[in-house]
């Protein structure tokens, strides 16, 4: 039977105020055995007039030993948080590891049967642009490791047995497939020599920048056979002639780079007719595809990373994407993507290998990132060696951009694991996610303090007009700031707050983040901003300067980047510096689209969300005397708010449908419920430096440029505005905006209120698709309806 004092639980502690004692007796008291009734001195030695002492005790020093187990004890906790720490739990954990493994008493040597170590790549070359790559634990290197065990027992068993061993065939190349019909049909095309000349001449100009795709002399060498002596190339040179036919395909793209007319001066409907030229040149290269796949040489690998190239513009996501992943996966069966150690390649062929490799890694893991597709590439699996400054690639004259190169490479590696960081905000429980917010504040800090350390002279951020590198420093800075953006774009709509109504009465109270969370998301939103106000001051100096490009895959995307984060900012709050940011954006990625198709379409969707919100604003500043709740709008309101809206802009056949369709009950609009006026978080403008540090940043702000503030707040219950001639691709624009997942700091945000439907209990950006719940909006897309309304063509 136990006793009862196993049963007893322990007694709780007493508050040091709430005790009767006192919590330690003075010596004086202790020594007669009376009460001690607390204080120094104590108040029974001031009544009886003594000394009142207290022997000091020393608090002896905690061991290292028992240092050792407090930290193993915080890591075990972090690490294993479900883990209960008491000694059983421990021991029956640990017994559970025993059962899994051997125990500690194995012999080393039998540990040294259990190596691996002899396992290694082999890069055997076939000609000198091309080479067979077999990775660890491929069944050619098996083959060759038994074949290599065989020999040594044959002499170690026959010594005086010839060395000379059997020949086999270890390589085969389907070069039945090839054909040389197509080989000699594309150089009919080639233009008179001057033009092809021109076309070269600003391909390296103006698309090269920071990358690396060709060897200059060695294009010119193979355009001049060519020209000259058509007959003396052979099937293998199908990735050489694809090669140069699409240097000249991109270079119509960029040719109206020399023209005395800018782009900006020309007129919208201008058209360009050097694009039918370049598609000619694609159409009769890419007739020598199957050729270019059944050689995979580094000519191969060349050729589909140019055919990538002259698709950026026309086709990011899809078919450039599509051959990009080809290129890399010829570059990789050459095993370009390994560090090469033989002795069968000149060094200038490596060089050109591991440059061709890095600008294909480099330009595929960013379109993959900002377009929201896997890569087809880890970092874990590349150990190529970096480009070197090696003499005789570039012509003579020329400023070598090798250390722009260089940077570019460390730049898209460094997006890369911001990429990974955000996307584990998605799969870390809430407890991590503050961990996570923490090394993206480190990665920002990393980011900007090595940027600050790159070359001021010259190259990298040398932003001097004048500067033989002036486009390649910009590309760079613009980069560099678009890795910025995305580091804080997750959090922007998280300071949407005035969207969502108020939640009602017996409703969960939201959840309310630290200050430290709160202030950490800040950091990163402000400097998202200020990188997207520096892409557009950026984009300016060029348009100024040297140029905009229609074909600038680089200036293009950062461009839509930092449009799309300022209009997400004016969601909370507009000030003058934005809505001038905005108007010369605006202006500038018009200029970048001219006669290009998906970007035009881009653009579109940029427009329609410019004119929402500038809708939106006027609204809201129309409307701030109604802004009192629990005023009922009367039908004459209603009325009037209509003729608001119908004089600012004619209704189109789409929203006459969906009005009809929401009064005859289809597709009802809820009623907009009256929203307490919410203040807006602090704009992060006023903080012009990037690189300042978390306490750099007040909470509130108390001078910054007039602003008005914008909050959808108490607006009452508006008509339907469909989308006129909207373009299609709405929701697809919308999903690359929001393909990092948002950082959750308001659970109650996306609760359903009374008379409210799903789409309007969820912010901004945070996609659901149909059969989730939500409500869809007339033109079936998962969007508040009260935002929709506002959008629709001038």
Not at 5 to 29: I, Y
Not at 249 to 269: I, K, R
Not at 352 to 379: C, M, Q
Not at 648 to 667: E, I, R
Request: hydrophobic share 35%; glycine share 6%; net charge negative.
């Amino acid at each position: 039977m136990d006793s009862p004092s196993q049963g007893q639980s322990k007694r709780p502690r007493v508050s040091d105020e709430n005790r009767k004692r006192a919590v330690r007796a003075c010596d004086g008291c202790r020594r007669v055995k009376e009460k001690c009734e607390g204080g120094v001195p104590c108040r029974r030695c001031t009544r009886y007039r003594r000394q009142c002492l207290f022997t000091q005790q020393e608090q002896p020093p905690r061991s290292s030993e028992d240092d050792r187990v407090h930290y193993m004890e915080r890591i075990l906790h972090h690490y294993v948080p479900h883990l209960s720490l008491d000694l059983p739990s421990l021991r029956t954990a640990a017994e559970k590891l025993n059962q899994h493994h051997r125990g500690s008493s194995v012999d080393v040597e039998d540990l040294e049967d259990l190596t691996i170590d002899d396992e290694d790549f082999v890069i055997k070359p076939m000609s000198d642009n091309t080479t067979q790559y077999s990775g660890e634990f491929s069944y050619l290197n098996f083959s060759m490791k038994i074949r290599q065990k065989i020999d040594e027992w044959i002499k170690a068993a026959v010594p005086e047995a010839s060395t000379e061993t059997e020949t086999f065939e270890d390589h085969w190349r389907a070069t039945q497939l090839q054909s040389g019909s197509s080989l000699v049909a594309s150089i009919t095309c080639l233009p008179p020599r001057y033009v092809a000349d021109f076309l070269v001449q600003i391909f390296f100009k103006y698309a090269q920048t920071n990358n690396f795709y060709v060897e200059e002399d060695w294009l010119l060498d193979k355009l001049n056979i060519c020209y000259t002596d058509p007959s003396s190339l052979a099937p293998d040179d199908a990735g050489s002639v694809c090669a140069i036919l699409m240097v000249l395909a991109v270079g119509t793209q960029f040719a109206h780079m020399e023209s005395p007319t800018p782009v900006n001066q020309l007129s919208e409907d201008h058209r360009f007719s050097e694009d039918e030229v370049g598609l000619t040149f694609y159409q009769f290269a890419s007739k020598l595809l199957p050729d270019i796949i059944a050689t995979t040489s580094v000519r191969s690998v060349q050729a589909c990373l140019l055919i990538g190239t002259y698709l950026l513009p026309l086709d990011t996501s899809g078919l450039c994407y599509t051959y990009f992943g080809l290129a890399l996966k010829m570059a990789i069966q050459n095993g370009m993507h390994r560090r090469y150690q033989g002795e069968g390649l000149s060094r200038r062929m490596v060089e050109v290998r591991n440059r061709v490799f890095w600008t294909a890694y480099t330009i595929e893991k960013r379109v993959s990132i900002l377009h929201g597709r896997p890569v087809s590439l880890s970092d874990s699996d590349v150990d190529a060696a970096l480009p070197t400054d090696f003499p005789g690639l570039m012509p003579s004259g020329q400023v070598s951009n090798h250390t722009n190169m260089v940077t570019l490479i460390n730049l898209t590696l460094k997006l890369g694991q911001v990429a990974h960081e955000i996307s584990s905000l998605r799969k870390f429980p809430k407890g991590q996610q503050q961990d996570c917010l923490e090394r993206l504040l480190n990665l920002r800090k990393n980011l900007v303090e090595w940027w600050a350390t790159l070359p001021e002279v010259t190259h990298c951020r040398d932003l001097n007009p004048a500067n033989p590198l002036f486009r390649s420093n910009v590309h760079l800075k613009l980069d560099y700031c678009l890795t910025r953006i995305w580091i804080g774009r997750p959090f922007l709509f998280s300071n949407i707050r005035g969207i969502n109504p108020a939640p009602s009465q017996g409703s969960n109270p939201p959840f309310k983040m630290t200050s430290g969370t709160s202030k950490n998301r800040n950091i990163l939103v402000t400097d998202c901003v200020e990188a997207a106000l520096e892409i557009v001051d950026l984009c300016r100096l060029l348009r100024d300067e040297a140029g905009l490009a229609r074909a600038s895959f680089t200036e293009f995307s950062s461009c839509r980047a930092a449009l799309l984060v300022i209009l997400a900012q004016s969601l909370t709050k507009r000030t003058e510096r934005l809505r001038e940011a905005l108007d010369k954006g605006m202006g500038l990625i018009k200029i970048m689209s001219m006669g290009v198709g998906s970007a035009r379409s881009a653009v579109s969707v940029i427009e329609a969300l410019e004119r929402a919100i500038r809708r939106l604003e006027e609204w809201s500043s129309t409307q701030g005397s109604t802004n009192n709740p629990g005023i009922v709008e009367s039908a004459y309101d209603r009325f009037k708010n209509w003729e608001m809206l119908w004089k600012s802009g004619p209704l189109s056949p789409s929203s006459v449908f969906a009005s009809a369709a929401s009064n005859n009950g289809t597709t009802p609009l809820p009623v907009t419920p009256m929203i307490p006026n919410i203040s807006p978080p602090p704009h992060p403008d006023t903080i012009s430096d990037a690189n300042h540090s978390p306490d750099d940043f007040p909470a509130h702000h108390h001078h910054h440029p007039p602003s008005s503030d914008f909050s959808p707040t108490g607006i009452p219950t508006l008509p339907h505005f469909g989308f006129d001639h909207f373009v299609s691709n709405f929701p697809q624009e919308l999903d690359e905006f929001t393909a990092i997942p948002c950082f959750e700091t308001d659970p109650a945000a996306s609760v359903q209120q009374p008379g409210q439907s799903r789409g309007q209990g969820q912010r901004l950006g945070q996609g659901h698709g149909p059969g989730q719940g939500q409500s869809q909006s007339p033109q079936g897309l998962g969007l508040d309806n009260r935002w929709m309304q506002f959008i629709n063509s001038d």
